[in-house]
T-cell receptor, first 118, second 113 residues
Framework: AQKVTQAQTEISVVEKEDVTLDCVYETRDTTYYLFWYKQPPSGELVFLIR??????QNEISGRYSWNFQKSTSSFNFTITASQVVDSAVYFCALSEAGGKAAGNKLTFGGGTRVLVKP | GAGVSQSPSNKVTEKGKDVELRCDPI?????LYWYRQRLGQGLEFLIYFQGNSAPDKSGLPSDRFSAERTGESVSTLTIQRTQQEDSAVYLCASSLYSHNEQFFGPGTRLTVL
C-alpha cells in the first residue's frame, strides 16, 4: 500500500529565511509519480511539481527546489528566501503507475503548514 | 482557460438529508477525481472516473456515497442520509489523462448539522 509521511506539521520562519519541507513515501511499485501541491488560505490547491520515479534529477523553479532521493524514499521541497505569500499548507502526494484500474489516485501526506512572518 | 469549477461552494444540511455536489472539469480532461478533506487534515481519495466509467471507487466510505459522470464532463457526487461525520470539504480534480498532474477545483464545504 502506498503511504506518504510529512513529519513536520508546522514550520514558522521569518521572511527571507530558507525552509525545507520533508516528504517520505512508501510504495511497492517501481514506477510511480510524486507531486507537491500548495494550499493557500483561500483553500484552492495549486499544483507545483510532478516527478516520475525514473527521474532523480533535482529541479529548481525560481525560489523553489526539489530534492528527490530514491535511496531514502524522500522528495523534499525547499523554499529559498521565503516571502509572506509563501504562507500556506504544502502537501506531498504519491501515485502508483500500476494502481487500481491504472488510474492515478493521489495519496496525500498530512501536509505541512508554513507560516512566514514579516 | 477555465479551471475546474464546483457548486455549491457551501452547503449546510440537516442530518439525514441527501445532498448533491457538482463538478465541472477542465474541458477535454478525460480523468476526474473526487477527494475529501476533513478540517486540518490531508486529502482522502474517494473515486476516479476515466471518461464516464469509474474504474476505482475504493475510497467511497460507505454505500451512502455514490457518483456519476456524464458526457465525459460533469460529475455529481451524491451523499444520502448525511451524517455529521460527512462534514468536510469535497474537492474535485481533473487531468488530461490519468497520471498527468491533477488540477483541483475550489471545493464544496459541506456542513451537516
Amino acid at each position: 500500500a502506498q503511504k506518504v509521511t510529512q513529519a513536520q506539521t508546522e514550520i514558522s520562519v521569518v521572511e527571507k529565511e530558507d525552509v525545507t519541507l520533508d516528504c517520505v513515501y512508501e510504495t511497492r511499485d517501481t514506477t510511480y509519480y510524486l507531486f507537491w501541491y500548495k494550499q493557500p488560505p483561500s483553500g484552492e490547491l495549486v499544483f507545483l511539481i510532478r516527478r516520475n520515479s525514473f527521474d532523480e534529477q533535482n529541479e529548481i523553479s525560481g525560489r523553489y527546489s526539489w530534492n528527490f532521493q530514491k535511496s531514502t524514499s524522500s522528495f523534499n521541497f525547499t523554499i529559498t528566501a521565503s516571502q509572506v505569500v509563501d504562507s500556506a499548507v504544502y502537501f506531498c502526494a504519491l501515485s502508483e503507475a500500476g494502481g487500481k484500474a491504472a488510474g492515478n489516485k493521489l495519496t496525500f501526506g498530512g501536509g505541512t503548514r508554513v507560516l512566514v512572518k514579516p | 482557460g477555465a479551471g475546474v469549477s464546483q457548486s455549491p461552494s457551501n452547503k449546510v444540511t440537516e442530518k439525514g438529508k441527501d445532498v448533491e455536489l457538482r463538478c465541472d472539469p477542465i474541458s477535454g480532461h478525460t480523468a476526474l477525481y473526487w477527494y475529501r478533506q476533513r478540517l486540518g487534515q490531508g486529502l482522502e481519495f474517494l473515486i476516479y472516473f476515466q471518461g464516464n466509467s469509474a474504474p476505482d471507487k475504493s475510497g467511497l466510505p460507505s454505500d451512502r456515497f455514490s457518483a456519476e459522470r456524464t458526457g465525459e464532463s460533469v460529475s455529481t457526487l451524491t451523499i444520502q442520509r448525511t451524517q455529521q461525520e460527512d462534514s468536510a470539504v469535497y474537492l474535485c480534480a481533473s487531468s488530461l489523462y490519468s497520471h498527468n498532474e491533477q488540477f483541483f477545483g475550489p471545493g464544496t464545504r459541506l456542513t451537516v448539522l
